[in-house]
């Protein structure tokens, strides 16, 4: 599919910058220019399709759904999709938070919402799945749904409620309407223009960091040794899985910039499972997420949240290992 | 709308927004139709998510004019708040 790409990235580097093809710089440049070409065009790609999927999600009527139908425990998988879908943006995961709860649907269910909101996103999937191919891409977002689904369930049987902050639960107390709502029915040709600028300002936000991440995994590609992380991450020693989800719950690393430098770790001989269980805690939880949390739930509560999640990646990344190990 | 006196006064143009991208642009289109415009309106900002929860909104970006909620979660075209405010 890329191939035409492939010729394009030998050709500049090739004939057009006279760099040899057996040298480490000519790898290099080939490499980093192939992958942010193909990147970018995935990343477009993906994020408009999500952006016209979200232009028609019926979020209220979800809202009613959840919370009208008896579901069978089904309720925490569809939340979970439903967060694998909503927008990269982060900052509408607390409005939505609080609405869900407001409108009587389970802290579980919601919360089911919240671990994937992040966890998977359009942003991710693309750098996925440009890096790693569709088999991977499949194993972070179905395991992404599943981790959401489970840890929200969990996390409903621990009776929460309480820790929410005051605010919150004064509003769960009185129940209020919402504001008078009029809009406008707008067609599919008069929204196009505006999916697709939000298409093209997503990607714009992230070009930098794409840029930066490829340059220095092209860098690594050309330089680092065959598998030289063998000696110190590759070699399957337990705690390796949670050493890399401690190290990466912390860090706030765009999903832009942080799987081109993932993927080159893997190719020099990190296990493909550490390596998503390492983009999951980087993507999924984040200082920036707490401080957002902070203003709906006590940090004993976030603290709750975060630790089940951790814990469940941790788990993840153990799987994915001895999954691929066996059938890989 | 039901009030007469609406054409007479001036509006009160709200978006609620905790400052992300999308709320950024959304101000930004509507800064540049009041002000392209000559419309009379006051326009603010509200980021508080305490306040964007009076409204009840469960997506952000939302513009309210006049305490009627126009546009949730998404970024509108000029000509579209054009119509809004005319």
């Known amino acids: 599919m890329f191939d035409w790409l492939q010729h394009f990235a030998d050709w500049v580097i090739y004939a057009v910058f006279q760099v040899g093809a ?13 992958d942010t070409l193909k990147i970018l065009i995935l990343l477009f790609f993906i994020v408009f399709l999500m952006g016209i999927v979200n232009a028609y999600f ?28 909503t927008p990269f943006c982060s900052c509408s995961s607390v409005p939505l938070f609080i609405g869900f709860v407001q409108g009587g649907i389970p802290l579980g ?3 089911a919402f919240l671990i994937t909101s992040p966890l998977v996103n359009e942003v991710a999937v693309a750098m996925f799945l ?36 005051d605010w919150v639960k004064k509003i769960l107390d009185n129940k209020m309407q919402q504001a008078a709502y009029k809009e406008e029915k707008q067609t599919f040709y008069q929204r196009l223009p505006e999916i697709t600028r939000g298409a093209w300002d997503i990607v714009k936000g992230v070009l930098l960091y794409v840029i930066i991440g490829i340059a220095i995994g092209a860098a690594m590609h050309g330089y680092v040794p065959e598998n030289f992380f063998n000696q110190y991450l590759g070699g399957g020693e337990w705690w390796t899985v949670p050493l890399a989800v401690l190290v990466a719950v912390p860090m706030y690393a765009n999903a832009a910039g942080i799987v081109p430098v993932v993927q080159v770790f893997v190719a020099k001989g990190v296990p493909l499972g550490t390596a998503i269980a390492f983009m999951m805690a ?31 990646i941790i788990f993840s990344g153990y799987l994915f290992n001895i999954l691929l190990y066996r059938f890989g | 709308m039901a009030m007469n006196n609406i054409y007479i006064m001036s509006k009160v143009i709200k978006i609620l927004g905790t400052g992300c991208p999308k709320c950024k642009s ?4 509507v800064n540049d139709v009041v ?6 309106a006051t326009i603010e900002k509200v980021e508080d998510i305490m306040e964007i929860m009076k ?31 005319n």
């Not at chain 1, 194993?139 to 049987?157: C, E, M």
């Open chain 1, 130 to 165: 440009g890096m790693f191919g569709i088999k991977a891409t499949l194993i972070y977002v179905v395991s992404g749904i599943a981790l959401g689904t489970i840890g929200g369930w969990l996390l409903g049987k621990f009776n929460l409620e309480p820790l929410l902050s």
């Open chain 1, 282 to 312: 980087t993507v999924g939880l984040s200082i920036p997420e707490a401080t957002l949390l902070k203003k709906v739930m006590s940090l004993k509560m976030i603290a709750i949240y975060f630790g089940v999640v951790t814990l469940f």
């Open chain 1, 22 to 34: 057996e040298t480490h710089l000519g790898t290099a440049l080939n490499f980093f220019v192939y």
């Open chain 1, 58 to 85: 019926p979020v209220e009527r979800l809202k009613d759904y959840l919370n009208k139908k008896k579901l069978y425990g089904l309720e925490y998988l569809f939340s979970s999709i439903f967060g694998a879908v």
């Open chain 2, 35 to 40: 002000s392209e415009n000559a419309i009379d």
């Open chain 2, 26 to 29: 959304m101000t930004g289109v």
């Open chain 1, 109 to 111: 269910v919601t919360f």
């Open chain 2, 55 to 85: 409204f009840n909104v469960l997506t952000t970006p939302a513009l309210v004019i006049d305490d009627v909620i126009a546009i949730k979660g998404r970024v509108p075209s000029k000509d579209e708040v054009l119509a809004l405010l």
